[in-house]
Nanobody, 124 residues
Framework: QVQLRESGGGLVQAGGSLRLSCAAS????????MGWFRQAPGKEREFAAR????????YYADSVKGRFTISRDNAKNTMYLQMNSLKPEDTAVYYC?????????????????WGQGTQVTVSS
């Protein structure tokens, strides 16, 4: 089992940057594929980015491709999401998630553990 905690959210102007972190408990972080999802008010939770167990494979939603970068440091049990050129439509609660059964997926149900989320608000 793994516990996840996000940090780094906040209020930023359009065009700005934020770096989210996801700290994981336990000593088996490297056995989980990881993902970032987001949920805007009144909308369903949607996939943003994912990274394989070893960090060698990443994949992005079209809406964030070229602006966001996902990475992980297995020695520090931490995953990151660098978000650049932020837009008002990026405003959402951002969640990190861990998958024990896949090496990464875009699907919510493929993830077994979730953090509580961190709010990102982008003003125009």
């Amino acid at each position: 089992q793994v516990q996840l905690r996000e940090s780094g959210g906040g209020l930023v102007q359009a065009g700005g940057s934020l770096r989210l972190s996801c700290a994981a408990s336990g000593r088996t972080f490297s056995s989980y594929a990881m993902g970032w999802f987001r949920q805007a008010p009144g909308k369903e939770r949607e996939f943003a980015a994912r990274i394989s167990r070893g960090g060698g494979t990443t994949y992005y939603a079209d809406s964030v491709k070229g602006r966001f970068t996902i990475s992980r440091d297995n020695a520090k049990n931490t995953m990151y999401l660098q978000m650049n050129s932020l837009k008002p439509e990026d405003t959402a609660v951002y969640y990190c998630a861990a998958s024990a059964t896949t090496d990464g997926s875009t699907l919510v149900y493929a993830y077994d553990y979730w953090g509580q989320g961190t709010q990102v608000t982008v003003s125009s």
